[in-house]
């Protein structure tokens, strides 16, 4: 089930964006993040795809309690399109959460947002996720030779780049 997040995912949020087996996979340098950042994000996280660029929706399990998290991000209004991540808790994980998380993301991306395409970055090692985009309709449309950084110094990793039109 996805949902807007509220002021009570604070604590969740401070745990997703603190670990640091998940910062191998963003585009920014690893650093913790304070809850007064996290409370300042979610004051402000009303703000719509097409004025912020991007759109977090939470991730929830059959107790409407957060477990993870989907991003649409690098929006463009021009093309109609948006890059998009997802992060679910370790011990949620193998679950069917993510897939259903972008099952139902689908129609509200064509439907109410207007996008006529999805993509995403994925390391060439995550067997799961490339798994996970592809029952999900996407498609592999390149390699991305030596993008992404490894936890190991001076590693280097390719990603898989994918695209679904919706």
């Known amino acids: 089930m996805l949902r ?7 604590e969740f949020l401070f745990q997703l964006e603190n670990d640091p087996d998940l910062w191998a996979h963003a ?3 690893p650093a913790p993040v304070s809850r007064h950042a996290l409370r300042e ?7 719509s795809l097409a004025d912020a660029g991007q759109l977090r929706l939470i991730i929830s399990n059959e107790a409407q309690e957060p477990v993870g ?3 649409l991000y690098d929006y463009s209004a021009r093309h ?3 890059g998009v991540g997802i992060a679910v808790l370790p011990q ?3 679950r069917g959460r993510a897939a259903a998380a972008l099952r139902a993301l689908l129609p509200y991306a064509r439907q109410q947002l207007l996008l006529h395409q999805l993509y995403c970055t994925v390391a060439a090692s995550n067997e799961a996720s490339i798994k996970l985009f592809r029952e999900i309709g996407f498609f592999q449309v390149g390699i991305r030779r030596d993008w992404l950084r490894t ?5 280097w990793e390719n990603a898989v780049e994918m695209q679904l039109i919706l």
Do not use: K
């Not at 807007?4 to 604070?10: G, I, V």
């Not at 994000?41 to 703000?47: G, I, V």
């Open 4 to 10: 807007a997040p509220e002021p009570d995912d604070l």
């Open 27 to 29: 585009d920014v340098l």
């Open 41 to 47: 994000y979610l004051r402000h996280a009303t703000a």
């Open 80 to 82: 109609q399109r948006a």
């Open 92 to 94: 949620e994980r193998r």
């Open 151 to 155: 936890a190991r110094p001076l590693g």
């Open 69 to 71: 998290t989907l991003d």
